[in-house]
């Protein structure tokens, strides 16, 4: 069974910093583009970051470039979420992605349960 486990969510004051880890089990991870996604109360989800499986390529949703970074130990079937200068506005449940699309057009697409990061004073 594919299981993707968040952590390190919390309460944190403007301007901290927080980092996010997510274990993923049951597949080969390596191959995996990783996401993190996250959505705050009354907002749609919204893509935060992604890295792609061997070259490692990253991408960042333009409201987070600077201050967030994403990573992965491919020997730990880890991806981790670095956030700096944390804002009010990035109060959200933050979730972990993994997907895979084969050349055949098969698609695999798993999610995290999700952890709660609040920003606040």
């Known amino acids: 069974q594919v299981k993707l486990v968040e952590s390190g969510g919390g309460l944190v004051q403007p301007g901290g910093s927080l980092r996010l880890a997510c274990e993923a089990q049951?597949?080969?991870?390596?191959?995996?583009?990783m996401v993190w996604y996250r959505q705050a109360p009354g907002k749609e989800r919204e893509l935060v970051a992604s890295?792609?499986?061997?070259?490692?390529?990253?991408n960042y949703a333009d409201a987070v470039k600077g201050r967030f970074t994403i990573s992965r130990d491919d020997t730990r079937n880890m991806v981790y979420l670095q956030m700096n200068s944390l804002k009010a506005e990035d109060t959200a449940v933050y979730y972990c992605?993994?997907?895979?699309?084969?050349?055949?057009?098969?698609?695999?697409?798993?999610w995290g349960q999700g952890t709660q990061v609040t920003v606040s004073s």
């Open positions: 992605n993994a997907k895979f699309t084969g050349w055949d057009r098969k698609s695999y697409d798993y």
């Open positions: 049951g597949l080969t991870f390596n191959i995996y583009t």
């Open positions: 890295i792609t499986g061997g070259g490692g390529t990253t």
